[in-house]
Each structure stands twice: as structure tokens, then as C-alpha cells.
């Protein structure tokens, strides 16, 4: 039984590059969600899919940040010209639908840390 | 909107020590309620979860029970162990639809010693 899966686990990046994160679902789950999690705090919705369509996104998501899941199935999270205020773990979800009760499951994050 | 508060730690407890989680929320509707652990380094793992008021969430020795009426989910245990170190997180969903999605508390960190 796979869970949900993130690569790479830890990327190191300096200020003005762009990174991508790629998040592999647990299969059959129509749902796919991205938070964003810092350093001593819970985590923060950025934005979730349903199949593929992108359904909400957070005001914390700026320009900078784009997320796609095409053909919903994996879905790439995209952030151009890192600052450093963007280190911060990278969660991915999936769950099978929205429905109440629903178990949201995570995969392991992706930490970045912008230099 | 939707908001959990849980009590600030760090906690930090003896082993076989009774442990008590404060959880309270806000939130319209009828929210599901979770307890997600996250070890160090790692991501989140759902630990238990209630789908209604008087609902009992119970896993690994933990229990929450959701009051609607205090609005509230303290997580317990009745006896803990070292490997019960980790940071506990409670989260609540909305009542579904379209907009799902976890909201969280900002975690409480337990220590618990030999």
C-alpha cells in the first residue's frame, strides 16, 4: 500500500532560482492538496485539486508559486524566484473525496531552505 | 472562519505520565475533527479522528472526544511512553462540499522522558 509520495525530500536553493516539487498521490484519491509549513507552526492550506482541476487557492500562494496536476494524477508545485522567507516544508495530501470525514492523508514534505 | 486553538507547550512528561492535549475550535457548520502526530523530520500521520458531536476518536492508547457543546477535542492518554515524543497537531475539516480542507492548530510539542 503507497501513501502519498513527495520528491525531492530536501532541496537547498539559492535566492532567485526557481524550484519545482512533485507530489505523487495515493491512487484512486480524486483529491490532492499543497500546504506550506514554517518552523514551529501548523500547516497552511496553499491550494487543492479536484482531478485536475484546481478548485481554491490560498491568498498565501503568491504569483511566484504556480501548482498544476495534469490528467489528475501526480501534481508539480512550482515556486520561481525563491526568496528567502519561502524555506519552509512542503506538504502534500490526498484524499479519496471531499466528503465529510474524509481522512486527509500526508506524504513525508518537501523541505526547502532558500540561501 | 474556521480557527483551532490548542494549548501552547512545550509539554513535557515522565513516562506512564497522564497526558491531556487542550484542543478548542471555531467553525461553522459541522466540522470533523482530527489529531494528527508528526514525528521529527517527518510529515503528518493521522493519529485518530471523531465525525460527530459525542463521537470518540481512540488510537494507539489516545482518545478525543468531540463536545460540541464545549466546542472542544482534548486529546488523552492514559499512560505515556518515550516514543510518544513528537509534535501532536489538532485539525478540523469543514462540513464538506467543494471547500474541504484541514484547518490546523499551531501544534504542541511533548517530550517525554524516561
Known amino acids: 500500500d503507497t501513501g502519498v509520495s513527495q520528491n525531492p525530500r530536501h532541496k537547498i536553493t539559492k535566492r532567485g532560482q526557481n524550484v519545482t516539487f512533485r507530489c505523487d498521490p495515493i491512487?484512486?484519491?480524486?483529491?490532492l492538496y499543497w500546504y506550506r509549513q514554517t518552523l514551529g507552526q501548523g500547516p497552511e492550506f496553499l491550494t487543492y485539486?479536484?482531478?485536475?482541476?484546481?478548485?481554491?487557492k490560498s491568498r498565501l500562494l503568491s504569483d511566484r508559486f504556480s501548482a498544476e496536476r495534469p490528467k489528475g494524477s501526480f501534481s508539480t508545485l512550482e515556486i520561481q524566484r525563491t526568496e528567502q522567507g519561502d524555506s519552509a516544508m512542503y506538504l502534500c495530501?490526498?484524499?479519496?473525496?471531499?466528503?465529510?470525514?474524509?481522512?486527509?492523508?500526508f506524504g513525508e514534505g518537501s523541505w526547502l531552505t532558500v540561501v | 472562519g474556521n480557527s483551532v486553538t490548542q494549548m501552547e507547550g512545550p509539554v513535557t512528561l515522565s513516562e506512564e505520565a497522564f497526558l491531556t492535549i487542550n484542543c478548542t475550535y471555531t467553525?461553522?457548520?459541522?466540522?470533523?475533527l482530527f489529531w494528527y502526530v508528526q514525528y521529527p523530520g517527518e510529515g503528518l500521520q493521522l493519529l485518530l479522528k471523531?465525525?460527530?458531536?459525542?463521537d470518540k476518536g481512540s488510537n494507539k492508547g489516545f482518545e478525543a472526544t468531540y463536545r460540541k457543546e464545549t466546542t472542544s477535542f482534548h486529546l488523552e492518554k492514559g499512560s505515556v511512553q518515550v516514543s510518544d515524543s513528537a509534535v501532536y497537531f489538532c485539525?478540523?475539516?469543514?462540513?464538506?462540499?467543494?471547500?474541504?480542507?484541514?484547518?490546523f492548530g499551531k501544534g504542541t510539542l511533548l517530550t517525554v522522558n524516561p
Open positions: 471523531a465525525t460527530k458531536a459525542d
Open positions: 491512487s484512486e484519491h480524486n483529491r
Open positions: 467553525a461553522t457548520g459541522y466540522p470533523s
Open positions: 485539486f479536484q482531478n485536475e482541476a484546481q478548485l481554491e
Open positions: 485539525a478540523l475539516t469543514n462540513s464538506g462540499g467543494s471547500n474541504y480542507k484541514l484547518t
Open positions: 495530501a490526498s484524499s479519496l473525496r471531499g466528503g465529510t470525514g474524509n481522512t486527509i492523508y
